[in-house]
């Protein structure tokens, strides 16, 4: 995983180029307050957030696949 900064990005090889090559390799890159995040292999990517017991239905407990969201 690395963490780039779009500005320095944009200063060194362009935003354009930088994604293209992302892309080229297969991996994952996700954009955040001015920051690029590249997951330097190609498996998914899931957002994870806390779980609450009974969030999705009071008689059976929650699990943590059951919240997360996976981007491919």
């Known amino acids: 995983m690395i963490r780039r900064a779009l500005r320095d990005i944009e200063r060194y090889v362009g935003r354009d180029r930088f994604v293209a090559e992302v892309h080229r390799r297969g991996f994952r890159a996700l954009e955040n307050a ?5 997951f330097c292999n190609a498996e998914p990517v899931r957002i994870v957030r806390p779980v609450f017991a009974g969030e999705n239905d009071p008689e059976k407990p929650a699990f943590p696949d059951r919240n997360c969201r996976q981007f491919r």
Do not use: E, M, N, T
Not at 34 to 38: R, S
């Open 34 to 38: 001015g920051q690029l995040i590249v």
